[in-house]
């Protein structure tokens, strides 16, 4: 049974940094996509950062610069450095298993929960 854990979720002021963790059980983690996405209550779950096995990463264009996807195949966990946070960037964030390196939902098949951010200015 695949499960994963997000973590690291919190408030902050605007121009602060956070890292989400998010940690993988059940699959084998580097032979998968792994993904970043964030929601608002009522509207369509947005793709933040994606990574493949071998490292290569997308990025949506609001996040581009800011946000740094990366891996530790050892500890099966994702992780989602921001920095230089904005209050737009407030929403729950997940991570997702997929089977492309896309930033569309359809192409995701596991979710975690959510892990909630919130940018104040």
């Known amino acids: 049974q695949v499960q994963l854990v997000e973590s690291g979720g919190d408030s902050v002021q605007s121009g602060g940094s956070l890292r989400l963790s998010c940690v993988a059980s059940?699959?084998?983690?580097?032979?998968?996509?792994m993904g970043w996405f964030r929601q608002v209550p009522g509207k369509e779950r947005e793709g933040v950062a994606a990574?493949?096995?071998?490292?290569?990463?997308i990025y949506a264009d609001s996040v581009k610069g800011r946000f740094t996807i990366s891996q530790d195949n050892a500890k099966n966990t994702v992780y989602l450095q921001m920095n230089s946070l904005k209050p737009e960037d407030t929403r729950m964030y997940y991570c997702?298993?997929?089977?492309?390196?896309?930033?569309?939902?359809?192409?995701?098949?596991?979710w975690g929960q959510g892990t909630q951010v919130t940018v104040s200015s």
């Open positions: 990574i493949d096995s071998d490292g290569t990463t």
């Open positions: 059940g699959l084998t983690f580097s032979r998968n996509y």
């Open positions: 997702a298993v997929g089977r492309a390196l896309l930033l569309r939902p359809i192409f995701y098949n596991y």
